[in-house]
Protein backbone atom coordinates (compact mmCIF):
# COMPACT_ATOMS: atom_id res chain seq x y z
CA UNK A 1 0.00 0.00 0.00
CA UNK A 2 1.16 3.61 -0.37
CA UNK A 3 0.35 6.73 1.15
CA UNK A 4 0.44 10.16 -0.10
CA UNK A 5 0.26 13.26 1.81
CA UNK A 6 -1.90 16.33 1.46
CA UNK A 7 -1.18 19.47 3.83
CA UNK A 8 -2.89 22.94 3.79
CA UNK A 9 0.30 24.96 3.62
CA UNK A 10 2.89 24.95 0.73
CA UNK A 11 3.78 21.42 -0.45
CA UNK A 12 7.43 21.97 0.28
CA UNK A 13 6.70 21.34 3.66
CA UNK A 14 6.98 17.99 3.81
CA UNK A 15 9.97 15.72 3.22
CA UNK A 16 8.69 12.53 1.40
CA UNK A 17 12.06 10.65 1.50
CA UNK A 18 11.79 11.10 5.52
CA UNK A 19 8.75 8.53 6.18
CA UNK A 20 11.15 5.51 6.08
CA UNK A 21 14.53 6.80 7.07
CA UNK A 22 14.30 6.77 11.02
CA UNK A 23 16.57 8.82 13.20
CA UNK A 24 20.29 9.01 13.10
CA UNK A 25 22.84 7.92 15.45
CA UNK A 26 23.26 11.06 16.95
CA UNK A 27 21.65 12.19 19.87
CA UNK A 28 18.34 14.32 19.76
CA UNK A 29 18.47 18.03 20.58
CA UNK A 30 16.72 19.10 24.06
CA UNK A 31 13.25 19.37 22.24
CA UNK A 32 13.50 15.77 21.19
CA UNK A 33 14.24 17.02 17.51
CA UNK A 34 16.83 14.60 15.31
CA UNK A 35 19.48 15.56 13.63
CA UNK A 36 19.05 15.90 9.78
CA UNK A 37 15.60 14.74 9.42
CA UNK A 38 13.13 17.12 8.62
CA UNK A 39 9.53 17.01 10.11
CA UNK A 40 6.61 15.80 7.82
CA UNK A 41 4.79 18.51 9.40
CA UNK A 42 5.34 22.13 11.02
CA UNK A 43 3.26 23.89 13.06
CA UNK A 44 3.71 27.45 14.95
CA UNK A 45 3.85 26.90 19.06
CA UNK A 46 -0.05 27.84 19.69
CA UNK A 47 -1.30 28.13 16.29
CA UNK A 48 -3.82 25.14 15.42
CA UNK A 49 -4.20 25.69 11.81
CA UNK A 50 -3.57 23.85 9.69
CA UNK A 51 -4.89 20.82 10.59
CA UNK A 52 -2.83 18.07 9.93
CA UNK A 53 -4.43 15.86 6.50
CA UNK A 54 -3.03 12.90 4.78
CA UNK A 55 -3.99 11.61 1.64
CA UNK A 56 -4.54 7.65 1.61
CA UNK A 57 -5.09 5.13 -0.94
CA UNK A 58 -4.26 1.73 -1.83
CA UNK A 59 -3.81 -0.13 -5.44
CA UNK A 60 -6.91 0.20 -5.93
CA UNK A 61 -7.28 3.39 -5.30
CA UNK A 62 -8.77 5.80 -2.29
CA UNK A 63 -9.20 4.10 0.28
CA UNK A 64 -12.92 3.62 1.40
CA UNK A 65 -13.87 5.66 5.20
CA UNK A 66 -17.50 5.12 5.42
CA UNK A 67 -18.78 3.54 8.54
CA UNK A 68 -14.53 3.92 10.06
CA UNK A 69 -13.24 4.95 13.32
CA UNK A 70 -10.36 7.39 13.16
CA UNK A 71 -8.14 8.23 16.06
CA UNK A 72 -4.64 9.62 16.48
CA UNK A 73 -1.87 8.83 19.35
CA UNK A 74 1.52 11.94 19.37
CA UNK A 75 4.07 11.25 21.51
CA UNK A 76 7.46 12.70 22.41
CA UNK A 77 10.44 10.18 23.26
CA UNK A 78 12.53 10.08 26.32
CA UNK A 79 14.73 7.74 28.29
CA UNK A 80 15.50 7.65 32.06
CA UNK A 81 18.28 9.12 33.76
CA UNK A 82 18.72 7.24 36.43
CA UNK A 83 16.67 3.29 38.03
CA UNK A 84 13.97 4.04 39.73
CA UNK A 85 12.17 2.14 42.02
CA UNK A 86 8.49 0.97 42.20
CA UNK A 87 7.33 3.61 44.67
CA UNK A 88 9.36 6.78 43.05
CA UNK A 89 6.95 9.59 42.22
CA UNK A 90 9.82 11.60 40.46
CA UNK A 91 12.58 11.02 38.07
CA UNK A 92 14.62 13.04 35.68
CA UNK A 93 14.75 12.19 32.03
CA UNK A 94 18.55 11.15 29.72
CA UNK A 95 20.20 14.52 29.21
CA UNK A 96 16.26 16.24 29.67
CA UNK A 97 15.63 15.16 26.59
CA UNK A 98 11.93 14.93 26.65
CA UNK A 99 11.63 16.89 29.76
CA UNK A 100 10.89 20.89 27.55
CA UNK A 101 7.88 18.77 26.14
CA UNK A 102 5.87 17.08 28.95
CA UNK A 103 2.93 18.79 29.95
CA UNK A 104 0.30 18.17 33.25
CA UNK A 105 -2.11 15.60 32.58
CA UNK A 106 0.20 13.57 29.95
CA UNK A 107 0.62 10.34 29.94
CA UNK A 108 4.02 7.96 30.30
CA UNK A 109 4.32 4.97 28.82
CA UNK A 110 6.96 2.80 29.81
CA UNK A 111 8.43 0.97 26.75
CA UNK A 112 7.94 -2.90 27.37
CA UNK A 113 6.12 -5.15 25.13
CA UNK A 114 4.08 -6.98 27.78
CA UNK A 115 2.18 -5.05 30.32
CA UNK A 116 3.63 -1.47 30.65
CA UNK A 117 3.27 0.60 33.16
CA UNK A 118 1.28 4.11 32.70
CA UNK A 119 2.70 6.98 34.78
CA UNK A 120 0.13 10.44 35.01
CA UNK A 121 1.94 13.48 34.59
CA UNK A 122 1.05 15.94 37.50
CA UNK A 123 3.98 18.09 38.13
CA UNK A 124 7.47 19.60 37.65
CA UNK A 125 11.27 20.65 39.27
CA UNK A 126 12.14 23.23 36.57
CA UNK A 127 15.34 23.74 38.59
CA UNK A 128 16.18 20.16 39.09
CA UNK A 129 14.27 19.09 35.57
CA UNK A 130 12.77 16.62 37.36
CA UNK A 131 9.41 15.02 36.54
CA UNK A 132 6.38 14.01 39.27
CA UNK A 133 3.67 11.26 38.38
CA UNK A 134 0.98 9.28 39.90
CA UNK A 135 2.11 5.79 39.13
CA UNK A 136 0.91 2.56 38.21
CA UNK A 137 -1.89 5.07 36.15
CA UNK A 138 -4.93 3.46 34.06
CA UNK A 139 -5.16 0.28 36.35
CA UNK A 140 -1.44 -0.50 35.72
CA UNK A 141 0.97 -1.78 38.08
CA UNK A 142 3.79 0.36 39.28
CA UNK A 143 7.67 -1.61 39.28
CA UNK A 144 11.35 -1.13 39.11
CA UNK A 145 12.61 0.51 35.93
CA UNK A 146 16.39 0.44 35.42
CA UNK A 147 18.36 3.23 34.01
CA UNK A 148 17.93 4.24 29.97
CA UNK A 149 14.92 2.66 29.68
CA UNK A 150 12.75 4.45 26.88
CA UNK A 151 9.29 5.76 27.56
CA UNK A 152 7.04 7.86 25.45
CA UNK A 153 5.18 11.16 26.55
CA UNK A 154 1.62 10.85 25.50
CA UNK A 155 0.28 14.62 24.73
CA UNK A 156 -2.63 12.50 22.19
CA UNK A 157 -4.24 9.08 23.31
CA UNK A 158 -6.51 7.17 21.41
CA UNK A 159 -7.67 11.32 20.65
CA UNK A 160 -10.54 11.65 18.11
CA UNK A 161 -9.55 12.42 14.50
CA UNK A 162 -11.67 12.85 11.52
CA UNK A 163 -12.36 11.16 8.06
CA UNK A 164 -12.80 13.52 5.09
CA UNK A 165 -13.52 11.62 0.97
CA UNK A 166 -13.81 13.63 -1.61
CA UNK A 167 -16.71 12.43 -4.25
CA UNK A 168 -17.37 13.29 -7.68
CA UNK A 169 -18.13 12.01 -11.25
CA UNK A 170 -16.30 10.34 -13.77
CA UNK A 171 -16.31 10.63 -17.33
CA UNK A 172 -15.51 7.37 -19.04
CA UNK A 173 -13.56 7.23 -22.53
CA UNK A 174 -16.85 6.19 -24.39
CA UNK A 175 -18.79 8.99 -22.50
CA UNK A 176 -20.48 7.45 -19.99
CA UNK A 177 -20.65 8.81 -16.23
CA UNK A 178 -20.16 7.10 -13.30
CA UNK A 179 -21.28 9.40 -10.30
CA UNK A 180 -20.52 9.46 -7.09
CA UNK A 181 -17.21 8.07 -7.45
CA UNK A 182 -14.47 8.65 -4.44
CA UNK A 183 -11.85 11.14 -5.91
CA UNK A 184 -9.63 11.42 -2.63
CA UNK A 185 -9.63 10.24 1.12
CA UNK A 186 -7.82 11.75 3.84
CA UNK A 187 -7.54 11.19 7.71
CA UNK A 188 -7.51 14.96 9.24
CA UNK A 189 -6.80 15.76 12.64
CA UNK A 190 -7.71 19.14 14.29
CA UNK A 191 -5.28 20.81 16.73
CA UNK A 192 -6.51 21.46 20.04
CA UNK A 193 -4.53 24.05 21.99
CA UNK A 194 -3.36 21.73 23.98
CA UNK A 195 -1.79 19.73 21.56
CA UNK A 196 0.41 22.08 20.36
CA UNK A 197 1.22 24.41 23.94
CA UNK A 198 4.83 23.27 24.01
CA UNK A 199 7.40 23.77 21.34
CA UNK A 200 9.72 20.24 19.97
CA UNK A 201 9.22 17.21 18.16
CA UNK A 202 6.82 14.54 18.70
CA UNK A 203 5.32 11.54 17.08
CA UNK A 204 2.11 11.28 15.51
CA UNK A 205 0.09 8.14 14.49
CA UNK A 206 -3.68 7.21 13.01
CA UNK A 207 -5.43 4.48 13.65
CA UNK A 208 -7.92 3.80 11.51
CA UNK A 209 -10.81 1.38 13.14
CA UNK A 210 -13.40 -0.99 11.94
CA UNK A 211 -16.16 -0.99 14.42
CA UNK A 212 -18.35 -4.64 14.83
CA UNK A 213 -22.10 -3.88 15.02
CA UNK A 214 -23.38 -3.06 18.47
CA UNK A 215 -24.38 -5.86 19.78
CA UNK A 216 -24.82 -5.77 23.68
CA UNK A 217 -25.29 -8.87 25.93
CA UNK A 218 -25.73 -8.94 29.96
CA UNK A 219 -22.68 -10.40 30.84
CA UNK A 220 -23.17 -13.56 33.15
CA UNK A 221 -21.62 -14.48 36.06
CA UNK A 222 -21.98 -12.46 39.77
CA UNK A 223 -23.91 -9.55 41.00
CA UNK A 224 -22.78 -8.14 43.66
CA UNK A 225 -24.66 -5.06 44.05
CA UNK A 226 -28.45 -3.83 45.60
CA UNK A 227 -31.51 -6.42 44.78
CA UNK A 228 -34.95 -6.21 45.14
CA UNK A 229 -37.74 -8.72 44.57
CA UNK A 230 -41.00 -8.08 42.83
CA UNK A 231 -44.57 -9.17 43.89
CA UNK A 232 -43.94 -11.65 41.51
CA UNK A 233 -41.21 -13.46 43.46
CA UNK A 234 -38.32 -12.31 40.93
CA UNK A 235 -35.01 -10.66 42.06
CA UNK A 236 -33.68 -7.88 40.07
CA UNK A 237 -30.86 -5.35 40.22
CA UNK A 238 -31.10 -2.51 42.13
CA UNK A 239 -33.06 -1.26 44.97
CA UNK A 240 -36.28 -0.61 43.29
CA UNK A 241 -37.34 -1.75 39.39
CA UNK A 242 -36.22 0.91 36.74
CA UNK A 243 -35.40 0.38 32.53
CA UNK A 244 -31.95 -0.26 34.50
CA UNK A 245 -32.73 -3.51 36.17
CA UNK A 246 -31.88 -6.85 34.65
CA UNK A 247 -33.28 -10.05 36.24
CA UNK A 248 -31.66 -12.30 38.61
CA UNK A 249 -31.33 -16.20 38.88
CA UNK A 250 -30.34 -16.69 42.81
CA UNK A 251 -28.62 -19.70 44.17
CA UNK A 252 -29.64 -20.57 47.34
CA UNK A 253 -26.77 -23.12 47.87
CA UNK A 254 -24.45 -20.38 47.55
CA UNK A 255 -26.31 -17.41 48.70
CA UNK A 256 -25.36 -15.18 45.49
CA UNK A 257 -27.73 -13.82 42.17
CA UNK A 258 -26.30 -14.85 39.26
CA UNK A 259 -27.06 -12.54 35.67
CA UNK A 260 -28.23 -14.00 32.26
CA UNK A 261 -25.94 -13.89 29.35
CA UNK A 262 -28.06 -12.80 26.78
CA UNK A 263 -28.78 -10.19 24.36
CA UNK A 264 -29.84 -6.73 25.73
CA UNK A 265 -32.48 -5.41 23.45
CA UNK A 266 -33.87 -2.63 26.05
CA UNK A 267 -32.20 0.69 26.84
CA UNK A 268 -28.91 1.22 27.44
CA UNK A 269 -26.29 4.60 27.92
CA UNK A 270 -22.82 5.19 28.03
CA UNK A 271 -21.60 5.64 31.49
CA UNK A 272 -19.05 8.04 32.76
CA UNK A 273 -16.20 5.22 32.32
CA UNK A 274 -16.73 5.04 28.79
CA UNK A 275 -18.43 1.74 28.80
CA UNK A 276 -22.20 0.01 28.17
CA UNK A 277 -24.77 -0.11 30.98
CA UNK A 278 -28.00 -0.85 30.80
CA UNK A 279 -31.01 1.67 31.44
CA UNK A 280 -31.21 5.34 30.05
CA UNK A 281 -29.62 6.11 33.50
CA UNK A 282 -27.69 5.18 35.78
CA UNK A 283 -28.63 3.80 38.96
CA UNK A 284 -27.84 0.95 41.70
CA UNK A 285 -29.69 -1.41 39.37
CA UNK A 286 -27.47 -0.81 36.12
CA UNK A 287 -25.23 -3.80 34.57
CA UNK A 288 -22.15 -3.41 32.87
CA UNK A 289 -22.99 -4.86 29.08
CA UNK A 290 -20.66 -6.99 27.26
CA UNK A 291 -20.05 -7.02 23.71
CA UNK A 292 -18.99 -10.54 23.44
CA UNK A 293 -21.07 -12.75 25.35
CA UNK A 294 -18.29 -14.47 26.84
CA UNK A 295 -18.92 -14.30 30.82
CA UNK A 296 -15.68 -13.39 33.43
CA UNK A 297 -14.07 -15.57 35.13
CA UNK A 298 -15.71 -16.92 38.39
CA UNK A 299 -13.45 -14.28 40.83
CA UNK A 300 -15.13 -11.67 39.40
CA UNK A 301 -18.23 -10.11 40.52
CA UNK A 302 -20.45 -7.41 38.86
CA UNK A 303 -21.85 -4.01 40.28
CA UNK A 304 -23.23 -0.73 39.24
CA UNK A 305 -19.35 0.33 38.98
CA UNK A 306 -18.81 -2.27 36.46
CA UNK A 307 -16.78 -5.35 38.06
CA UNK A 308 -15.39 -6.29 41.22
CA UNK A 309 -12.62 -8.36 42.48
CA UNK A 310 -14.48 -10.98 44.35
CA UNK A 311 -11.08 -12.47 45.76
CA UNK A 312 -8.54 -9.68 45.87
CA UNK A 313 -6.54 -11.17 43.60
CA UNK A 314 -3.00 -9.26 43.28
CA UNK A 315 0.10 -9.68 40.96
CA UNK A 316 3.26 -8.50 42.45
CA UNK A 317 5.87 -8.09 39.48
CA UNK A 318 9.49 -9.17 39.67
CA UNK A 319 12.27 -6.65 40.54
CA UNK A 320 14.19 -5.67 37.19
CA UNK A 321 17.29 -6.71 39.08
CA UNK A 322 18.05 -10.31 38.57
CA UNK A 323 18.06 -10.94 42.50
CA UNK A 324 17.01 -15.48 42.70
CA UNK A 325 15.69 -14.27 45.77
CA UNK A 326 12.81 -11.72 44.30
CA UNK A 327 12.20 -13.55 41.47
CA UNK A 328 8.61 -13.59 40.58
CA UNK A 329 6.83 -15.03 37.18
CA UNK A 330 3.74 -13.34 35.93
CA UNK A 331 1.41 -15.40 33.73
CA UNK A 332 -0.62 -17.98 35.18
CA UNK A 333 -4.24 -17.18 35.33
CA UNK A 334 -3.90 -14.69 32.62
CA UNK A 335 -4.96 -14.25 29.08
CA UNK A 336 -3.29 -12.95 25.63
CA UNK A 337 -6.14 -10.05 26.20
CA UNK A 338 -4.15 -9.04 29.80
CA UNK A 339 -0.85 -8.35 27.76
CA UNK A 340 -2.40 -6.27 25.05
CA UNK A 341 -3.16 -8.56 22.41
CA UNK A 342 -6.87 -7.79 21.84
CA UNK A 343 -7.93 -5.40 19.35
CA UNK A 344 -10.50 -3.84 22.03
CA UNK A 345 -14.15 -4.65 22.69
CA UNK A 346 -15.99 -3.95 19.51
CA UNK A 347 -13.19 -3.65 17.41
CA UNK A 348 -13.24 -5.86 14.35
CA UNK A 349 -9.90 -4.38 12.69
CA UNK A 350 -7.49 -1.81 12.83
CA UNK A 351 -5.13 -0.09 10.71
CA UNK A 352 -2.32 2.27 11.00
CA UNK A 353 -1.12 5.13 9.69
CA UNK A 354 1.87 5.38 8.53
CA UNK A 355 2.69 2.18 8.06
CA UNK A 356 6.17 1.83 7.07
CA UNK A 357 7.07 3.99 9.95
CA UNK A 358 6.61 4.63 13.60
CA UNK A 359 5.15 7.52 13.24
CA UNK A 360 4.62 11.37 11.29
CA UNK A 361 7.71 13.86 12.45
CA UNK A 362 5.85 16.67 13.55
CA UNK A 363 7.87 19.39 14.99
CA UNK A 364 6.01 22.45 16.48
CA UNK A 365 8.04 25.44 16.39
CA UNK A 366 8.46 28.41 19.16
CA UNK A 367 6.42 31.01 18.80
CA UNK A 368 7.06 33.98 21.43
CA UNK A 369 3.52 35.83 21.15
CA UNK A 370 1.18 33.57 22.66
CA UNK A 371 -2.74 34.74 23.79
CA UNK A 372 -2.62 36.39 26.91
Known amino acids: MSISHSFRQPSNSFN ?8 SSACPDKFGCPPGVAPDF ?6 TQPPFKVSVKDCDGPLTLSGLVLEVNMWAKAKLKASIGDDETYFRLADDIGFEQAMVGDIIIMERARLPEHMLVIGFD ?3 KLVQVQRGYNGTTSTSWRKGTALRIYRILNGHAITETIIDDIEQLDGTILQDQIIESFLVYEWKPNDVCLPGCYW ?3 KLLKMLDLVLFTPGKTWCGETHQTSGGYYFTGTGTTDSSVRLSYNSAKDIYNLPTEVWSEAFHVHSDGYYYTGTSHDDGSVFLSRTGIPVDDDICYTPDGTEDATALSVVLASAALDLSTISFIGEGLLPEDYGCNLGEGVEWVRRFPCDAEGFLIKIIESFTPEL
Do not use: M, P, V
Open 16 to 23: YSAQGCGC
Open 42 to 47: SIKRHD
Open 126 to 128: ENN
Open 204 to 206: LEF
